[in-house]
């Protein structure tokens, strides 16, 4: 399929977040595990699947 992404098996550590953190860091697990549509603008990758959808920014490392 074109413009598709799976994974087979995602690692973690066994740390767990808790509180809102823990929310979001569920549904980003339960997302990866459905296959995704992805799409690619400028800087920003976007993960679409049935639960949901996670975009990610690429930002200019700072120069010191």
């Known amino acids: 399929k074109v413009n598709t992404l799976s994974f087979s098996k995602v690692g973690a550590t066994k740390m767990l977040c808790m509180g809102p953190?823990?929310?979001?860091?569920?549904?980003?697990?339960?997302?990866?595990?459905?296959e995704?549509?992805?799409?690619?603008?400028?800087?920003t990758l976007t993960l679409n699947a049935l639960s949901g959808r996670v975009?990610?920014?690429?930002?200019?490392?700072?120069?010191?």
Do not use: N, Y
Request: charge should be neutral; hydrophobic fraction near 45%.
């Open 55 to 64: 975009t990610f920014v690429a930002e200019p490392k700072a120069v010191k």
């Open 36 to 43: 995704q549509t992805v799409s690619i603008s400028s800087a």
């Open 21 to 34: 953190l823990g929310e979001v860091e569920k549904s980003f697990f339960l997302l990866l595990k459905e």
